[in-house]
């Protein structure tokens, strides 16, 4: 970079480097070959530990640590160091990694789509798999579903009374009163309850108020829940 300061030109040289922020780990990928052998290494070893004599805390802390110790080995027998950058994707594979390093060796257009393809299906998997995690958080398909969602009531909504809207306090008191006293004396005929059919009555079974608390804790207040909800 070149700065001109009154007659006499300045020259900065300015080194820029490329940083990555690595994050090395331990890591071994789901069904890779990797985690059969480390499952594979828990199982013979765990096996072999002898736990007929735990008569005291000494002995039993020292199978813990032994148990410990088999985690540890078999963790760094089986396990790879990666390195996790700022554009790592949380839903890459070993197959995309495999038909990565395959394109690249013989750069035919077979290969980049066969990797292309399987970057599609893991993608596919990946989300689906999140999706099924939410559903089941939720404990119901129906949380996913707007209608169930918290709802936003509207700005202003008006009685009418008299084809007139009440829109202030004193109005809607009078719509109130007069609506009140205009039922007040009015006869009601309890004879059309007996049309109702008769329904043969239904055992609730029982339940502890903790567990209906814990029922209804999950859903939102102001969203009518469905009978279905409640199952």
């Not at 292309?116 to 099924?132: A, D, E, L, M, Y």
């Not at 719509?175 to 609730?204: G, V, Y």
Request: aromatic share 8%; glycine share 2%.
């Amino acid at each position: 970079m070149e700065v001109i300061i009154g007659p006499y030109p300045l020259t900065i040289t300015i080194l820029i480097e490329e940083q990555l922020s690595n994050n090395p780990k331990h890591s071994i990928a789901k069904d890779s070959e990797e985690e059969i052998s480390f499952i594979k290494d828990l199982i013979k070893n765990i096996l072999s530990i002898n736990t007929s004599n735990l008569s005291n805390i000494k002995l039993l802390e020292n199978v813990i640590d032994l148990l410990a110790c088999i985690v540890e080995r078999a963790w760094d027998k089986n396990s790879k160091i990666i390195n996790i950058l700022k554009h790592s994707k949380s839903w890459w594979g070993m197959s995309c990694s495999k038909n990565l390093e395959k394109y690249r060796s013989f750069r035919s257009l077979a290969n980049w789509k066969q990797f292309k393809k399987t970057v599609k299906n893991i993608k596919c998997s990946f989300f689906n798999q999140k999706i099924q995690e939410i559903v089941n958080k939720a404990r119901g398909l129906w949380e996913l579903i707007k209608r169930v969602r918290k709802r936003n009531l509207p700005v202003v909504e008006a009685i009418k009374y008299n084809d007139h809207l009440c829109l202030e306090i004193n109005n809607l008191w009078h719509a109130l009163h007069s609506m009140f006293n205009m039922t007040q004396d009015q006869h009601i005929n309890i004879e059309i309850l007996e049309e109702i059919p008769d329904k043969a009555p239904e055992e609730w079974p029982s339940f502890l108020r903790e567990e209906f608390i814990k029922a209804i804790a999950k859903y939102n207040n102001s969203s009518a829940p469905e009978p279905d909800k409640l199952l």
